[in-house]
């Protein structure tokens, strides 16, 4: 029976590894600057586990087979090199490769939080709430007006809770249920919760980032590619969690300028 | 170490009556077999929640017959709403890992065997051992209640994070009553586990007979201890953690609750409280449970293995110092379920070097593990081969974790099924694979008679494929981005995802229906399975030297147990047999490890 367990841990093993090394189920393609670095490290890690994955259980089963119910008078034997050898070796080659791994990630991380958004990136306003994203861009004036939580009010559609007739800065702001973006052009997304924890997933942009209520965060990325792509919700906000989706459009700088022009008429 | 004649005394005589020998008792053998008794109640509840889930999963419209019964208002017409499947999900995720994970290979076996492994007749302190089970059965029973009172269990998730936790009713179903049961019943959890933390903690350090010096336990009371220090630290953050979270519900304060939050078109009435405070309590709880989960079922299997490998492993000591490795390190890398969450992003680099290193002894320990079988007389029965079983979930499991250590790839991660595939291997599945071995292995000795062996290996055949077809697919539908937590699927990118769901949910299914084998084997033998010889693996520590099986009150019949040698004294040439007791004064050239 010890054989048999040996055989089947090495099939599990390999048909394990099947979907990926055949690529059968991917995340949406990049259309990100900052990606390629995301893919490449999830790339380098796939190689580096695997190669752990299928050494560890392909030694697992090659010990069970060999030592499963061997001769009665067999003398116990040690493996070559004894425990401290195997230390030795946990610590020589996972301790590089993990090390290794987290020294190259630094540089993906560091791209997406650690450089500040260009100077003239565009900045959209991204307000999560149960179970909806709304967005907000500046208007000709470039200021975001200021939020007066006490004002929300879905019925009137006031979903930032903006007073545009005491603050000038907010008369000229556009509000939308859809984010749509310039192509190759940098945003500058400040994040803002109105109610409870939600969070901005973009597979295809290759971006994730919780909404902290009573904390407004910022992220920044570049689209590469026309196109039109989900944001979902991954942090559970309630029943309608499943449900929380937007789309966020990126176009030509040309389409962008005539939808804002739309979308400020739609006021 | 302590002279038996000072300590082994037990501590009070042996009752007459059903309910101090059965209900209220303070044997630690009989608090061990509650502490199974309360895990297999809730593991059959937390299964059942799950195939409830998964028949959702795969199709969202199905009419579960019978289901309005549970909650005319969670199942109308039979058909399960998106809340009710969250709340179901959230009491799915609750009861296994604390009432489960925890309970079963911790509380259950630990009780049972860690005294009789010292050479004591009890617990030093068998009240608050009795009061541990208690408080820990009424812990579930208030979880179970919200099932039952206002609009049913919080849907929360069970990291429950704040501010969904903490404003109330008006947050969702179940968010209000039923969160107030949910922190109540896991603070009250709490007690339980520091009151038996303490227990364990004082048995192996005071309780040990006679020539039981530190090195010669056993590793499964390596397990337990190791255990019992992270229980005492940990359950000691979540327990302050949840009876905020409660004040916030009950007597408006704002530990967790932001300012200017709306809700319902409703500015809340809280102001300066930190979502991210919880999640740091949480974590700082939530990293370590994980290995309180594991541990003890490291341990279990180390002991499982060297009596069917018929020798010691290669290093006893570089396994305990591998477990306690794992141990220290749990608190310093908790930081990792937070890459994306809005704490400071330096913070996340900083966490994951340490979440990186605990490879290295993870690594180690399924190094040694698999070194130690090179050589040996390994014999398959059920016991060994859910053991064997462990090792290859463990290394699937632990591989993934490469992946959500680094916060760059955690971007694409987070949240998504690679995370729930992960943490289903490497602390789920094996920890019940543990579990599995322990009660195999063990039983003979609780009960007196032998499980069945060929129901036990169709049990472990069948289990061991089923859940790699359960969790290895989780994998990849993470690797495409699907979202956890979701009770549809109805983004354009993970439609397509839909089949693997409902191959998933029928390989839930059938394994569920297989662990039907395991609960007749278990009930069957107790009555019917074939007497057991009192050391029916020739194995070599304390609890095979008991006078009978089950063990007498005082676990050794009178006798003051004096310990002369290495717990695993397997693999003696010129004995007649290949293995001399720990108990036993046998002059031997002793198998010692290299230290």
New interface residues.
């Given amino acids: 029976?010890?054989k048999i367990?040996a055989v089947?841990?090495i099939l599990?093993a390999i048909l394990?590894a099947v979907?990926?090394v055949m690529h059968?189920?991917?995340?949406?393609a990049d259309v990100s600057t900052h990606g390629h670095?995301?893919d490449e490290?999830?790339s380098e890690?796939?190689a580096?586990?695997?190669i752990?994955?299928l050494a560890?259980?392909i030694?697992?089963a090659f010990?069970?087979w060999k030592?499963?119910?061997?001769k009665?008078g067999?003398?116990?034997?040690?493996?070559p090199g004894?425990?401290?050898g195997?230390?030795l070796?946990?610590?020589l080659?996972?301790?590089t490769e993990?090390?290794a791994?987290?020294v190259f990630?630094?540089?993906?991380?560091s791209q997406?939080?650690?450089t500040p958004p260009a100077a003239d990136a565009m900045p959209v306003q991204v307000q999560a709430?149960?179970f909806a994203f709304y967005f907000r861009y500046p208007g000709a004036d470039g200021k975001f007006g200021p939020l007066h939580?006490?004002l929300?009010?879905?019925?009137t559609q006031n979903l930032f809770?903006l007073d545009p007739d005491h603050d000038p800065a907010s008369k000229d702001d556009i509000v939308t249920a859809e984010m749509a973006i310039p192509v190759n052009k940098e945003v500058h997304l400040l994040m803002h919760?109105?109610?409870?924890?939600h969070?901005f997933?973009v597979?295809a942009l290759?971006?994730?980032?919780?909404?902290?209520?009573?904390?407004d965060?910022s992220l920044h990325f570049t689209a590469t590619k026309v196109g039109k792509y989900?944001i979902?919700?991954?942090?559970?906000?309630?029943?309608?969690?499943?449900?929380m989706?937007a789309y966020l459009e990126v176009m030509s700088q040309q389409d962008f300028d005539s939808w804002l022009k739309q979308q400020a008429a739609n006021q | 170490m302590h002279d038996t004649s000072a300590h082994a005394v037990h501590q009070h005589a042996a009752p007459t009556s059903f309910i101090r020998k059965y209900v209220f008792s303070l044997d630690h053998k009989v608090i061990g077999k509650q502490y199974y008794g309360l895990a297999l109640l809730a593991v059959l509840t937390g299964m059942v929640l799950s195939w409830l889930m998964r028949l959702h999963l795969g199709w969202t419209d199905l009419k579960i017959p019978g289901l309005h019964l549970l909650s005319a208002s969670g199942a109308p017409g039979d058909v399960m709403?998106?809340?009710y499947y969250?709340q179901l999900m959230t009491m799915h995720g609750t009861i296994m890992v604390f009432f489960v994970l925890t309970t079963a290979p911790f509380a259950a076996f630990g009780n049972y065997f860690l005294p009789i492994q010292v050479g004591a007749e009890d617990m030093p302190f068998p009240r608050f051992n009795m009061m541990s089970f208690w408080v820990t059965f009424t812990a579930f029973l208030v979880l179970i209640s919200s099932f039952f009172f206002g609009d049913g269990p919080t849907?929360?998730?069970w990291t429950q994070?704040?501010?969904?936790s903490a404003?109330g009713a008006v947050?969702?179903?179940g968010q209000g009553t039923g969160e107030v049961l949910w922190a109540s019943s896991i603070a009250i959890f709490c007690v339980g586990q520091l009151l038996g933390s303490l227990n364990f903690i004082t048995t192996t350090l005071d309780m040990r007979t006679k020539g039981m010096s530190l090195w010669r336990l056993p590793l499964t009371a390596w397990g337990w201890f190791i255990t019992s220090v992270m229980g005492l630290t940990a359950f000691a953050v979540l327990m302050p953690a949840c009876i905020l979270l409660i004040l916030d519900h009950v007597a408006g304060t704002s530990f967790f609750?932001?300012?200017?939050?709306?809700?319902n078109?409703q500015?809340q009435p809280h102001s300066g409280?930190?979502?991210?405070l919880w999640q740091h309590l949480f974590w700082f709880f939530g990293h370590p449970e994980v290995y309180i989960a594991i541990v003890p079922g490291m341990g279990v299997v180390s002991h499982i293995l060297v009596a069917n490998?018929?020798?010691p492993m290669?290093?006893h000591r570089?396994i305990v110092y591998s477990m306690g490795a794992l141990a220290v390190l749990s608190y310093m890398v908790y930081g990792h379920h937070m890459f994306?969450?809005?704490m400071n992003?330096?913070s996340?680099?900083v966490f994951?070097?340490p979440t990186?290193?605990i490879?290295?002894p993870s690594?180690?320990l399924?190094?040694?593990w698999?070194?130690?079988?090179?050589?040996?007389?390994?014999?398959?029965n059920t016991a060994s081969?859910f053991a064997?079983g462990f090792?290859?979930m463990f290394?699937?499991g632990g591989?993934?974790g490469?992946?959500l250590?680094?916060?760059?790839?955690d971007?694409?991660l987070?949240?998504?099924y690679f995370v729930v595939g992960h943490f289903h291997l490497v602390m789920a599945v094996a920890a019940i694979f543990g579990i599995f071995a322990g009660t195999y292995f063990w039983y003979p000795k609780v009960t007196g008679r032998m499980m069945n062996e060929t129901l036990g290996?169709i049990h472990f055949?069948l289990t061991?494929?089923g859940a790699?077809c359960i969790f290895?697919p989780f994998h990849?539908?993470g690797?495409?981005?699907n979202?956890?937590?979701?009770?549809?699927?109805?983004?354009?990118?993970l439609v397509r995802?839909i089949p693997?769901h409902r191959f998933i949910t029928v390989a839930a299914l059938c394994t569920g229906a297989v662990q039907l084998i395991f609960l007749y084997n278990l009930f069957y033998s107790r009555f019917r399975g074939e007497e057991a010889p009192l050391n029916p693996w020739q194995a070599t520590s304390l609890e095979w030297s008991t006078p009978s099986s089950p063990p007498p009150f005082d676990n050794f019949g009178g006798r003051h147990v004096v310990v002369y040698h290495d717990p695993y004294q397997?693999?003696i040439?010129g004995s007649t047999d290949d293995y001399v007791m720990q108990d036993s004064p046998a002059q031997i050239q002793s198998v010692r490890?290299?230290k």
């Avoid at chain 1, 990630?105 to 991380?109: E, H, I, Q, R, S």
């Avoid at chain 2, 994070?161 to 969904?164: H, I, K, R, T």
């Avoid at chain 2, 609750?257 to 809700?263: E, I, K, R």
């Avoid at chain 2, 250590?405 to 790839?409: E, G, L, N, Y």
């Fill in positions: 029976m010890g367990l089947t841990i599990i394990s979907p990926i059968t189920w991917n995340p949406p670095l995301i490290q999830m890690t796939m580096e586990a695997g752990a994955f560890g259980q030694l697992l010990f069970i030592f499963s119910n061997v009665p067999a003398r116990i034997k040690n493996f004894g425990a401290m195997l230390v070796a946990a610590f080659l996972v301790g993990v090390l791994l987290g990630g630094v540089k993906a991380w997406v939080y650690f709430g149960q939580p006490e929300v009010n879905e019925g809770g919760s109105k109610d409870v924890g969070s997933y597979p290759r971006v994730q980032q919780d909404f902290v209520p009573g904390l965060v989900e979902v919700c991954t942090q559970l906000c309630g029943l309608g969690h499943y449900n989706k | 709403t998106p809340e969250l849907l929360a998730g994070y704040a501010p969904l404003v947050a969702g179903p609750v932001a300012s200017n939050l709306v809700l078109d500015l409280g930190s979502t991210l490998m018929r020798r290669l290093s570089v994306v969450s809005g992003p330096f996340s680099l994951s070097f990186l290193v490879t290295i690594t180690i399924v190094l040694i698999i070194g130690s079988l090179y050589g040996s007389k390994l014999r398959i081969l064997l090792i290859s290394i699937s591989v993934s490469f992946f250590a680094q916060p760059s790839i971007i694409m987070h949240a998504t290996k055949w061991f494929v790699y290895m990849y539908l690797i495409a981005g979202v956890r937590r979701y009770q549809a699927f109805v983004d354009d990118y995802l693997l397997y693999g040439e490890d290299e």
